[in-house]
C-alpha cells in the first residue's frame, strides 16, 4: 500500500520551503523514522522522515524546487520487504552511503568521499564526528580524494574568465527579502554611543576563574548587554514593542534575540524571558544557541518571536556600523569591537577600552528623544555594571 510522504507544518510564518538533499533513492528500503529528504526553510533546515518502513517509490519532488505544506514529495511502498535495504547494489551503496545531513554536508565542504568514512552511528550512519575524525587521520596520496572542482560557466566574450554560480539557499533569500522589507516598512534611524568598557573588563578578569568553576560556563560580555538592555527596555517600553495595524503593542515580556553568523545566512536564536536569568543561565542558555548553529541543530522554536536584538558585529572587527530591524520588532542594539583609545576623564587624557554602539529604530514609534536616552541608559549600566543586580 502506497504511503505518501508530505511536507510537514513547518512553523509560525513558514509558508514554503526549498527540496535540499535526498537522503535516500528511489528503490531503497527504509526504515520508520529513517530521514528521507532535508527541507530548507527560511530559518532552519527540516528533516522529513519515513512514518514507516517499506521501499521508497516514486520521488514527486527534485532538489530545488520548492515546496509547501502538505505537498506530496514521495510515496513509500509499504508492502514491499524492508530487508531490500540490504539488496541495494553496491554501486548505489557507493554513491549515496548513509550519513547523517550535517555528514553530509561537512563531507561536501571539505572533499570527502562518504564511502572512505566508517560509520560508527546505527546500523552503519556516518556522523558528524566520523567526518571529522576521518578529516583528522592522516591519509596516503591513493586515499586523499581530489578536491572539488566548483561548477564554472565560461564567459561568452572572454573564455579565460570565468563565473561560479551557486543556487540561493532558502535562508539567504529569506534574509535578503526581510532586510528589503524593514527598509521598505519602518522608518529606521540609527543613534549611537561608546562606552567604556573598563569596568566590565575587570569584573571578568577578577570573577572569570570562580564563575567558570561555579557555572561551568564562561562569563561573557553578551550577558552584561543583555542585562543592561532589559534595564533600558523596562525604562523605555516601546522599544519592547510593535506595530499591529493601528495599534502599538507594549510587551511585558522579554524574549531577546541573539544574532549570530551562520553560513546559510544570519540566524537570531532567542533566549526567552531573559528577565528572569541569572547572567550564568543567560551565558549557558546563549553558548548552547551558538553550538546549535554551529551544529545546525536549530529548531523554529529557537528562532519564533523575540521582541528585541542584540548583534555584536565586534567579533568580526567591526568598529561601527548601522544594524537593521528584524520586522515587527522595533529596535535592535549593535555591539562592536573593543578599542584602546584616548578619552577625557576629569580633564585628563587616559588611554581606555572603549565600544561604539548603535541603536536601530523604528521612529514610527519610537521618538528620537526616546531612542538617545535608551542608549544612554544601556551605557550607564555597561559601565557600572554593580548596578546591573539592582535595578535589573
Given at each position: 500500500?502506497?504511503?505518501?510522504v508530505?511536507v510537514?507544518?513547518?512553523?509560525e510564518s513558514v509558508v514554503?520551503?526549498?527540496?535540499?538533499?535526498?537522503?535516500?533513492?528511489?528503490?531503497?528500503?527504509?526504515?520508520?523514522?529513517?530521514?528521507?529528504?532535508q527541507?530548507?526553510?527560511?530559518?532552519?533546515n527540516?528533516?522529513?522522515?519515513?512514518?514507516?518502513?517499506?521501499?521508497?517509490?516514486q520521488?514527486?519532488r527534485?532538489e530545488g524546487?520548492?515546496?509547501?505544506?502538505g505537498d506530496v514529495?514521495a510515496?513509500?511502498?509499504?508492502?514491499?520487504?524492508?530487508?531490500q535495504?540490504?539488496?541495494?547494489s553496491p554501486s548505489?551503496?557507493?554513491e549515496?552511503?548513509?550519513?547523517?545531513?550535517?555528514a553530509r554536508?561537512?563531507?561536501?565542504?571539505?572533499?570527502?568521499?562518504?564511502?572512505?568514512?566508517?560509520?560508527?552511528?546505527?546500523g552503519?550512519?556516518v556522523?558528524?564526528?566520523?567526518?571529522?575524525?576521518?578529516?583528522?587521520?592522516p591519509?596516503?596520496a591513493?586515499?586523499?580524494?581530489?578536491?572539488?572542482t566548483?561548477?564554472?560557466?565560461?564567459?561568452s566574450q572572454?573564455?579565460?574568465?570565468?563565473?561560479k554560480r551557486?543556487?540561493m539557499s532558502?535562508?539567504r533569500q529569506t534574509?535578503?527579502?526581510?532586510?528589503?522589507?524593514?527598509?521598505r516598512?519602518a522608518?529606521?534611524?540609527?543613534?549611537?554611543n561608546?562606552a567604556?568598557?573598563?569596568?566590565?573588563m575587570?569584573?571578568?578578569?577578577r570573577?572569570?576563574?570562580?564563575?567558570?568553576k561555579?557555572?561551568g560556563?564562561?562569563?561573557?560580555?553578551?550577558?552584561?548587554?543583555?542585562k543592561?538592555?532589559?534595564?533600558?527596555?523596562?525604562?523605555?517600553?516601546?522599544?519592547n514593542a510593535?506595530?499591529?495595524g493601528?495599534?502599538?503593542?507594549?510587551?511585558?515580556?522579554?524574549d531577546?534575540?541573539?544574532?549570530v553568523?551562520?553560513?546559510?545566512g544570519?540566524v537570531?536564536?532567542v533566549v526567552?524571558d531573559a528577565?528572569?536569568?541569572?547572567?550564568?543561565?543567560?551565558?549557558?542558555?546563549?553558548?548552547?544557541?551558538?553550538d546549535?548553529v554551529?551544529?545546525n541543530?536549530?529548531?523554529?522554536d529557537?528562532l519564533?518571536?523575540?521582541?528585541?536584538?542584540?548583534t555584536?558585529?565586534?567579533?568580526?572587527?567591526?568598529?561601527?556600523?548601522?544594524p537593521i530591524?528584524?520586522?515587527?520588532q522595533?529596535?535592535?542594539?549593535g555591539?562592536?569591537?573593543?578599542?584602546?583609545?584616548?578619552i577625557?576623564?576629569d580633564?585628563?587624557?587616559?588611554i581606555?577600552?572603549?565600544?561604539?554602539?548603535a541603536?536601530?529604530y523604528?521612529?514610527r514609534?519610537?521618538?528620537g528623544?526616546?531612542?538617545v536616552?535608551?542608549?544612554?541608559r544601556?551605557k550607564?549600566?555597561?559601565?557600572?555594571p554593580?548596578?546591573?543586580l539592582?535595578?535589573v
Amino acid at each position: 500500500m502506497p504511503i505518501e510522504v508530505r511536507v510537514p507544518v513547518l512553523g509560525e510564518s513558514v509558508v514554503e520551503a526549498t527540496v535540499g538533499a535526498w537522503l535516500k533513492r528511489e528503490g531503497e528500503a527504509v526504515d520508520a523514522g529513517e530521514s528521507l529528504v532535508q527541507l530548507e526553510t527560511e530559518k532552519v533546515n527540516v528533516d522529513v522522515a519515513a512514518d514507516q518502513a517499506g521501499v521508497l517509490g516514486q520521488i514527486s519532488r527534485r532538489e530545488g524546487e520548492t515546496v509547501h505544506p502538505g505537498d506530496v514529495l514521495a510515496v513509500i511502498d509499504a508492502a514491499a520487504r524492508t530487508d531490500q535495504k540490504n539488496e541495494v547494489s553496491p554501486s548505489v551503496e557507493t554513491e549515496r552511503p548513509h550519513a547523517s545531513p550535517v555528514a553530509r554536508r561537512l563531507a561536501e565542504e571539505h572533499g570527502v568521499d562518504l564511502a572512505r568514512v566508517e560509520g560508527t552511528g546505527t546500523g552503519g550512519r556516518v556522523t558528524r564526528e566520523d567526518v571529522e575524525r576521518h578529516l583528522g587521520a592522516p591519509a596516503t596520496a591513493a586515499e586523499s580524494p581530489p578536491p572539488p572542482t566548483p561548477s564554472v560557466i565560461p564567459d561568452s566574450q572572454t573564455p579565460d574568465r570565468r563565473e561560479k554560480r551557486t543556487r540561493m539557499s532558502r535562508r539567504r533569500q529569506t534574509v535578503a527579502q526581510r532586510l528589503v522589507e524593514a527598509q521598505r516598512t519602518a522608518a529606521m534611524l540609527t543613534t549611537f554611543n561608546e562606552a567604556d568598557m573598563s569596568a566590565i573588563m575587570e569584573i571578568r578578569a577578577r570573577r572569570r576563574e570562580a564563575f567558570q568553576k561555579r557555572h561551568g560556563v564562561g562569563l561573557g560580555y553578551m550577558s552584561f548587554f543583555t542585562k543592561a538592555v532589559i534595564g533600558a527596555l523596562i525604562a523605555f517600553p516601546n522599544l519592547n514593542a510593535e506595530i499591529r495595524g493601528d495599534e502599538i503593542v507594549q510587551k511585558t515580556y522579554y524574549d531577546i534575540g541573539i544574532a549570530v553568523g551562520a553560513e546559510g545566512g544570519l540566524v537570531v536564536p532567542v533566549v526567552r524571558d531573559a528577565d528572569r536569568k541569572s547572567f550564568a543561565e543567560l551565558e549557558r542558555e546563549i553558548a548552547q544557541l551558538a553550538d546549535k548553529v554551529r551544529n545546525n541543530t536549530l529548531t523554529l522554536d529557537d528562532l519564533r518571536g523575540g521582541t528585541f536584538t542584540i548583534t555584536n558585529g565586534g567579533v568580526y572587527g567591526s568598529l561601527l556600523s548601522t544594524p537593521i530591524l528584524s520586522l515587527p520588532q522595533v529596535g535592535i542594539l549593535g555591539m562592536h569591537k573593543i578599542q584602546q583609545r584616548p578619552i577625557a576623564v576629569d580633564g585628563e587624557v587616559v588611554i581606555r577600552p572603549m565600544m561604539y554602539l548603535a541603536l536601530t529604530y523604528d521612529h514610527r514609534i519610537v521618538d528620537g528623544r526616546e531612542a538617545v536616552q535608551f542608549l544612554v541608559r544601556v551605557k550607564e549600566l555597561v559601565e557600572d555594571p554593580t548596578s546591573l543586580l539592582l535595578d535589573v
